[in-house]
C-alpha cells in the first residue's frame, strides 16, 4: 500500500482551473527519468479530477493500479494518489483530516488565492509519511487489526494450554 501524493486546491465555482495551495509527492519508487513527468501527470489529473468532484462530494477515479479519491469540501478540495490496495475508507479519513488541518492552519485565506502556492506546508509532508500505513488513518481499522492479533494470541495460548494438558509436574 503506497500513497504517491497528496494535493490540496482552491475549486472555482466558474469552471477555470483549480488553483494548487498545498502539494506533497513522494516519486522516489519510479525511475529517475520518469520523475518530473510523474509530477506534472500528478499536476494534470489533480486539477481535472478536482474540478469534475462537486462541491460537498467525494470520488474515486481509477487508472490503472492507481486510485485518485477526491473530496470537495465547499471549494476547498483534497485528492489522494494511492495504490489500488489502499482502503477507500482509510484514503477518505485521511482527505478529511488533511482538510480539517488546512482549515485550522490557513482560515478562509484560501478562498482569496489567485495563483499556484510554491511554499512547502509541513503538516502534507508528515502526512505522505506517516499515512503509509493505513490503519493510522483510519481508528477504526487499527483496532480491527489489534483485535486480530488478540485473537491470534488468544489461540496460541489456547492450543498451547490443551498440548501441555498432559505433561503434569509431581
Known sequence: MKITSL????CNPE????????????????????????KEF????SRTV?????SG???????EEYKVHAYNRNGL????????????????????????EYQKNFGESWRNAQADSTQPWPYLNDALTKFQDPAEADKLLKIQRELDETKIILMFYKQAKKTNQCCTIL
Do not use: E, W
Not at 462530494?57 to 487508472?63: I, P, T
Not at 483534497?78 to 489500488?84: E, N, P, R, S, V
Open 77 to 100: 478540495c483534497a485528492l489522494g494518489f494511492m495504490d489500488d490496495h489502499y482502503p477507500v475508507r482509510s484514503a477518505f479519513s485521511l482527505l478529511n483530516q488533511i482538510l480539517d
Open 50 to 54: 478536482a474540478k469534475r468532484t462537486p
Open 15 to 38: 469552471g477555470s482551473d483549480p488553483i494548487i495551495l498545498a502539494n506533497a509527492t513522494d516519486v522516489s519508487h519510479f525511475g529517475y527519468f520518469q520523475r518530473s513527468s510523474v
Open 57 to 63: 462530494q467525494r470520488q474515486s477515479v481509477q487508472h
Open 42 to 45: 500528478i499536476v494534470f489529473v
Open 7 to 10: 494535493v490540496v486546491l482552491k
